[in-house]
């Protein structure tokens, strides 16, 4: 199976700010990664898919980047909404794989 | 908008099985697929596995092989997950979600459901 390693496992922000949460793949997948926002109680929100499109509806200020093993998500001008648990997913493998989660909590 | 919702919150013995289905309202089902993910408390999202509907194609989390069957009935726009031989770290909120496929290559998950809560105890 594909190994999606992110970091880091948690972060402490405050409203305004740039955070970037990494990801990396144990093989070279390409673009074939997807972002989601997962908020305790709620379902999964998709953010971003293949690296860096934007899906519909989801603000500006969330973006991806990244292509072969490592990837990132930006969040800029972090809002409150914003607070929530990251996680990417690869779609290279037929067998999908999820990395372990980022917590973005308030400072 | 295609809303998936999820049959109510189970509770099972170990050794028995558990059988959660998922029906598709208001967009299309059958020619997208459906992928079942799972969260156990404090952890963080697996992927179980996936069906086509409009094939019946599936397929299946190493994890998971052959304990797990993914179905679905396209008449209804309904995706059904067994999951048997329960343990108790299968205690989980069990999510379906729906994604494009092309050629049989699964993209990503753009509509979930809210969950369903499985709890397997003694």
């Known amino acids: 199976d594909i190994q999606m390693t992110q970091s880091p496992s948690s972060l402490s922000a405050s409203v305004g700010d740039k955070v970037t949460i990494t990801c990396r793949a144990s093989?070279?997948?390409?673009?074939?990664v997807n972002w989601y926002q997962h908020k305790a109680g709620k379902a999964p929100k998709l953010l971003i898919y293949?690296?860096?499109s934007l899906q519909s509806g989801v603000p500006s200020r969330f973006s991806g980047s990244g292509s072969g093993t490592d990837f990132s998500l930006t969040i800029s001008n972090l809002q409150p909404d914003d607070f929530a648990t990251y996680y990417c997913?690869?779609?290279?493998?037929?067998?999908?794989?999820f990395g372990q989660g980022t917590k973005v909590e308030i400072k | 908008q295609v809303q998936l919702m999820q049959s109510g919150a189970e509770v099972r013995k170990p050794g028995s099985s558990v059988k959660v289905s998922c029906k598709a309202s208001?967009?299309?089902?059958?020619?997208?697929?459906i992928s079942w993910v799972r969260q156990a408390p404090g952890q963080g999202l697996e992927w179980m596995g996936g069906?086509?509907?409009?094939?019946?194609?599936?397929k299946y989390a190493q994890k998971f092989q052959g304990r797990v069957t993914l179905t679905a009935d396209a008449s209804t726009g309904t995706a059904y997950m067994e999951l048997r031989s329960l343990r108790s770290d299968d205690t989980a909120v069990y999510y379906c979600?729906?994604?494009?496929?092309?050629?049989?290559?699964?993209?990503?998950?753009?509509?979930w459901g809210k969950g369903t809560t499985v709890t397997v105890s003694s």
């Open positions: 979600a729906r994604g494009p496929t092309v050629n049989h290559y699964y993209y990503y998950l753009d509509a």
């Open positions: 208001g967009g299309s089902f059958s020619s997208y697929a």
């Open positions: 069906i086509i509907p409009m094939f019946g194609t599936t």
């Open positions: 093989e070279t997948i390409a673009s074939y």
């Open positions: 293949a690296a860096s």
């Open positions: 997913q690869q779609s290279f493998s037929a067998l999908w794989t």
